[in-house]
């Protein structure tokens, strides 16, 4: 290999690092006087398809509990909210597959969130969400190469609780926050008349 694809390739792996940064070092986003209660997941129900790594209810559980828990363990208001997950489905990329065919994990929750001050259930249909393997040096080749069972059930946990912050941002009036502003008008903006 050349030089010059040698350090292409390590730019590139490098870039690819940055985008699956560990953002639990930053101070917690604005979330009102927040603090976690409540924190269960469940997996017994989960659809796996044939293709993918097998992990047990108990590893779902312990996994995605643990990710809640660092993410949203760092508020400390004094307005309790409880949540629940269950897991839908996932795929956990397995091992053995050539790189052509690098396959993705995917993980399918759903999302029950409960303010017990007000003994309500905000989102009584509950919210699904999906995520998907980010690319990383980790997972470019196939995360079932690189890394273990374990690892990938943590780093697709460590997802869906991001995706679940991103879900209470988008309803900042659960929390006594200001409104989200409104979209940026798309309609561009007219010449000036010569």
């Known amino acids: 290999m050349s030089f010059v694809r040698t350090l292409f390739l390590l730019a590139g792996l490098t870039l690819l690092a940055a985008c699956d940064t560990n953002d639990l070092k930053k ?5 009102g006087d927040f603090v976690l209660g409540i924190n269960v997941a469940a997996a017994d129900q989960a659809q796996v398809p044939g293709i993918s790594r097998k992990a047990t209810a108990d590893e779902w559980k312990s996994a995605i509990e643990a990710a809640m828990a660092d993410r949203f363990g760092r ?9 629940a997950i269950r897991v839908d489905g996932y795929v956990l990329a ?16 759903t999302v029950y969130v409960y303010d017990d001050a007000t003994q309500t259930l905000l989102n009584p249909e509950g919210k699904q969400l999906v995520m998907v393997e980010g690319v990383s040096p980790e997972s470019f080749i196939g995360s079932g190469i690189t890394q273990t069972k374990a690892q990938q059930v943590a780093r697709m ?34 010449p000036p008349a010569n």
């Open 27 to 31: 101070p917690p986003v604005p979330l």
């Open 75 to 83: 508020y400390e208001g004094s307005r309790i909210y409880n949540f």
């Open 94 to 109: 397995p091992p053995g597959i050539p790189v052509v065919a690098s396959p993705r994990s995917a993980l399918i929750v």
């Open 157 to 190: 946990s460590y997802r869906a609780a991001l995706a679940v912050q991103k879900y209470l941002l988008d309803n900042p009036a659960w929390f006594k926050l200001p409104p989200l502003p409104p979209a940026a008008e798309t309609t561009p903006a007219t």
